[in-house]
């Protein structure tokens, strides 16, 4: 057998070897620990975000349609507008006496 092994300076060096590897395997857990946490947080964002977009996307879908039935109002109003217009002027050219 090896003496240094067994002796208290090996057995000291071992130890402190071995505490080292503990602390090494220590801060190599809290390093895994902040990162698993960091992607929790972040995958956590993304759904929101995913959220968000789904409903930004819905109420765009929405305005779209309110535009859209806005514009085929204004479009029929136009055309009503004109009927009147051109209306009104046949009432008031019948009312107008004959120029001799």
């Known amino acids: 057998m090896d003496g240094s ?11 402190s070897r071995l505490a080292a590897a503990v602390g090494l395997l220590e801060r190599a857990a809290e390093r ?5 946490e960091a992607r929790a947080n ?21 305005a779209l349609d309110r535009a859209r039935a806005l514009e085929a109002a204004n479009a029929e109003a136009e055309d009503r507008l004109a009927r009147a217009a051109e209306t009104i002027a046949l009432v008031i050219e019948r009312m107008e006496p004959p120029a001799d």
Request: net charge negative; charged share 45%; glycine share 2%.
């Open 5 to 15: 092994k067994t002796s208290p300076d090996g057995l000291d060096r071992s130890l």
């Open 32 to 36: 895994r620990m902040r990162h698993d």
């Open 42 to 62: 972040a995958e956590e964002e993304f759904a929101l975000m995913q959220d968000d977009r789904s409903r930004l996307a819905v109420e765009l879908d929405a």
